[in-house]
């Protein structure tokens, strides 16, 4: 990581429904505050189960459509230790994910969370103490450094709420819902890197 440079990879099983949802909606998310360039932030997916070269879910690809966006290019990649080396910031649809991401790279183990973990420790985090000024790199690195300060001061969830669910094999309205809370992770950490001005 550099002050304007920053690696984030997204995790799931097969790359093909909430690992590319979560990469297309954190990259617009981010986007639309920074531009296309995203503010020096690299935003990538895999899958620990993954075949290389797939294309998206067709029901991933209709859920990422109702929020403006075209999945249509997207090819998955299977998951690797040189990505999670690469990667700054390791966010995973579950538990089992981080664990496989963390075995391929141990030192990841302090930047690596669930999406929804990082979704609410990350809002802690903003509350605890407002962010010092600076590049979007720079913000969320302050955001990771800071998270072990916050976390021994909350509840832990039951699992299945730090857990984001496959959708796959179940009706459009499920993908629906995945998009949503993926949405609304992305939203939740775009405003903390990026603040409206």
Not at 113 to 122: C, D, K, M, V, Y
């Amino acid at each position: 990581m550099t002050a304007d440079r920053f690696a984030v990879l997204i995790v799931c099983h097969a790359n093909l429904c909430r690992s590319p949802m979560a990469e297309y909606l954190l990259r617009h998310a981010l986007e639309s505050r920074l531009g296309p360039a995203a503010g020096g932030l690299e935003i990538l997916s895999a899958g620990t189960d993954a075949w290389a070269d797939l294309p998206m879910h067709p029901l991933s690809v209709e859920a990422l459509g109702e929020h403006g966006l075209d999945g249509t290019a997207f090819r998955s990649r299977r998951l690797t230790p040189a990505l999670v080396k690469r990667a700054d910031l390791v966010l995973t649809a579950t538990r089992r994910q981080r664990s496989v991401a963390v075995a391929m790279e141990p030192a990841a183990v302090k930047h690596a969370f669930t999406l929804p973990q990082f979704g609410r420790l990350a809002a802690e985090v903003a509350v605890a103490a407002p962010l010092e000024p600076g590049t979007p790199a720079q913000r969320l690195g302050r955001i990771i450094e800071r998270i072990p300060m916050v976390r021994g001061h909350l509840p832990v969830p039951p699992a299945e709420q730090d857990e984001i669910a496959d959708p796959v094999r179940m009706p459009i309205e499920v993908f629906r819902r995945c998009a949503h809370e993926l949405d609304r992770i992305a939203g939740v950490t775009a405003q903390l890197i990026a603040p409206s001005r």
